[in-house]
Each structure stands twice: as C-alpha cells, then as structure tokens.
C-alpha cells in the first residue's frame, strides 16, 4: 500500500505541476506590432532618393554623397553660367531644404540666407529655384520598401572670386 500511495502521490504532483510547463506566454498582435513600431527610426531613410548617375551605389551613405553631389553641381553649373558682379568679397552659406515627393518630384521648400547676401545677389534664389526644378530623380526615398516624402537640409556655399 505504501508503494501505491507513492506512486499516487508522485503522479498527483506531477501532474500538477507539468501544466505549468505547458503554457506559454501569448503575445497579442497589438503589442508585437508596438514593439516593432517603436523599433523603427523614423527619421532616417532605407535608401535616399536617386538620380540616374547614382542607382548602381547600393550603401546608404554612398547614396548619400551621390544625391548630394549631384544636386551641388546642377546648382555650380546654373550659377557659373550667370554673370554677377559683387563689390565685395562674399563668403556666406546657403541653406535649401529640400521637399521630395514618394513621386520623385523635388522641390525647395524654404531658402535660409543671409539678408545682405540676397542685396548683393538679389536673383540667387530663383537661381536656386531653376536650378532644382531642372533635376528629375529616377526613384524617390525609401522606409521598409515603401516610397515616402522626405526633407533634406542641403548647406550650399557662395564664394566670390577676385578678378
């Protein structure tokens, strides 16, 4: 009888406490889809938006430098083609920041330079303007393979030159 009363016992306790083993902590959709939002950067980008000369670099800073290098010399190139004549020596910085649309379509949205600056070049931002609205991008920025609108602060210095 004792052995029986062990036997019972072992699998009353055993029993008992397997059931634990067996249930699992359930994680709802609504916190896994809350984890995986807080997880995400929302202010950086996959991929940045491309022009044809850079859809062959595939690092993300690569990208970058791409994006902005293009982007600095359509804007060289508009604005050595112009003839402006400064009594003073100019050395100031430009900021444009950059709206571009998940259509790919680029545009300035705000123009930052100094006051005597626009005095001493009082058609430098539709300069600027003509500038950009001559580039047309091939894909616009990506966030987790989807296309999204993003803003880029793009620092642009001018620079008179002796003659």
Not at 37 to 52: C, E, G, L, M, R
Not at 103 to 115: N, R, T
Not at 122 to 146: C, D, M, V, W
Request: glycine share 4%; with cysteine; charged share 25%.
């Amino acid at each position: 009888m004792n052995f029986r009363k062990g036997v019972y016992l072992i699998l009353c306790v055993g029993i008992c406490s397997s059931c634990q083993f067996f249930n699992t902590e359930r994680i709802s959709s609504e916190t896994f889809y809350q984890e995986e939002f807080d997880s995400i950067d929302w202010n950086q980008v996959d991929t940045y938006p491309s022009f044809k000369e850079c859809e062959t670099k595939t690092e993300k800073e690569s990208q970058k430098a791409c994006f902005q290098e293009v982007i600095v010399t359509s804007i060289q190139l508009k604005l050595s083609g112009e003839k402006m004549v400064a009594n003073h020596e100019i050395h100031d910085t430009v900021h444009l920041l950059l709206q571009i649309e998940k259509s790919s379509e680029i545009g300035i949205q705000e123009i930052v330079m100094d006051s005597l600056l626009l005095q001493k070049i009082p058609n430098l931002k539709g300069l600027f303007t003509e500038s950009i609205e001559q580039l047309h991008l091939s894909a616009p920025a990506y966030k987790r393979g989807i296309p999204v609108t993003t803003q880029i602060k793009l620092p642009f210095v001018v620079n008179s030159e002796e003659l």
